[in-house]
């Protein structure tokens, strides 16, 4: 990932919209979707993923609908908020997964947490 800067995270989470946009199709059939948009939303399996990620990475503090951390489900965070949150960190306790987790991963696991209201 790049630098902290917010341009670099754009870059990034733009990186990430393209190469999941183009995983959906062939390429060159689609246009990279706008940074407000998830190409997941509609996609079950990738929601499955990311209610695989959610359980592993972020129920220990997020829990169903919040806990120690604040509840993510149908959180008013922009896209471009929460993978910025999620993969720099943010606030104390929140940690950096942005070295662990893929920014396809991040955009599954905002897709998982804004189709639903609880776990």
């Given at each position: 990932?790049?630098?902290?800067s917010?341009?670099?995270?754009?870059?990034?989470?733009a990186?990430?919209?393209?190469?999941?946009?183009?995983?959906?199709?062939?390429?060159?059939?689609?246009?990279?979707?706008?940074a407000?948009?998830?190409?997941?939303?509609?996609?079950?399996?990738?929601?499955?993923?990311?209610?695989?990620l959610?359980?592993?990475?972020?129920?220990?503090?997020h829990?169903?609908?919040?806990?120690?951390?604040p509840?993510?489900?149908?959180?008013?965070?922009?896209?471009?908020?929460?993978?910025?949150?999620?993969?720099k960190g943010?606030?104390?306790?929140?940690?950096?997964?942005?070295?662990?987790?893929?920014?396809?991963?991040?955009?599954?696991?905002?897709?998982?947490?804004?189709?639903?209201?609880?776990?």
């Amino acid at each position: 990932m790049p630098g902290a800067s917010a341009p670099g995270v754009r870059g990034w989470i733009a990186g990430a919209l393209a190469s999941a946009a183009l995983g959906a199709g062939v390429a060159g059939e689609q246009e990279t979707p706008p940074a407000a948009e998830n190409p997941y939303f509609d996609q079950k399996e990738a929601l499955d993923e990311g209610e695989k990620l959610y359980r592993i990475r972020c129920y220990g503090c997020h829990f169903r609908a919040g806990g120690r951390g604040p509840n993510l489900f149908r959180s008013k965070l922009t896209l471009v908020q929460f993978v910025e949150i999620v993969a720099k960190g943010g606030g104390p306790g929140m940690p950096a997964w942005g070295g662990t987790l893929s920014g396809e991963d991040i955009l599954k696991l905002h897709a998982f947490v804004m189709s639903r209201d609880r776990l």
